[in-house]
């Protein structure tokens, strides 16, 4: 499989319907890619919390129409990250759109760990509260945002709903970029399977964002990585590997606690 992850820059002067177009248009580029992949927030900024009431959108607002078309026309299986999304009666979500290669959106994903401590995110959007994985043709893919990737049990749940590829979208700060690359290669060799995780450049709300989107085999090996500013990651992967290293190296068999059976 080919995968793009696409490290956007929000730029604050920039409107989102400008951001919108800009960002459908890179999709379009990545015809060779099977996958495509946008960071976390991208229309408003991970942390440009003023912002996401007044950019709040339902699922099937102008994001949504603008990506589906996008996907529809690269032809790509689009993970297109994660809007503001309201909901009438409950209130915000964090909320991640996957769209097939026809422009179907096929799954949504509401992040479960809000980031802000009492504050920020934490308190101005609901939690989600069901994992998600999505079949592709070559892969199931498990879905996480941000700061999720700091709770294992989130990933070994996706792992045993089946899933071989971990996909992360992500605005996570530039003050704990050693944090984002150690958590992902973590994820990676403990759960056996790749992930491919999508952050953001630029400066959201003056925090300033890591970059340095990565790609990290079922071994913790980075197949590729990004550097700090806008960037189109593209790597190509073997979905087969992540079986025969789950059965070169049967570790995760061995689990005694959270759901494995152990073998006798």
Sequence with gaps: MRASL????????????????????????????DLVILPELWTTGAFAYESFDTEAEPLEGPTHEVMAKAASDAGVWLHAGSIPERVTGEGLYNTSLVYSPSGELVATYRKIHRFGFD?????????????VTVPLPDTTVGLATCYDLRFPELFRGLVDAGAETLVV???????????????????????????????????????PQAGYSIVVDPWGEVLAEAGAGEEVLVVDFDPARVGVTREQFPALKDRLLGGAVPRR
């Design 6 to 33: 696409l490290q956007i820059a929000v730029d604050e002067a920039e409107s989102v319907d400008a951001r919108r177009q800009r960002v459908a248009s890179l999709v379009r580029q990545q015809t060779g890619s």
């Design 169 to 207: 979208s992500a605005g996570w700060p530039e003050r704990r970029r050693s944090h984002w690359t150690l958590l992902a290669r973590a994820r990676a060799v403990e759960d056996q399977a790749y992930v491919l995780a999508c952050g953001t450049a630029g400066v959201h709300a003056g925090v």
């Design 119 to 131: 504050k920020g995110e934490a308190v101005l959007m609901g939690a989600g509260s069901e994992l």
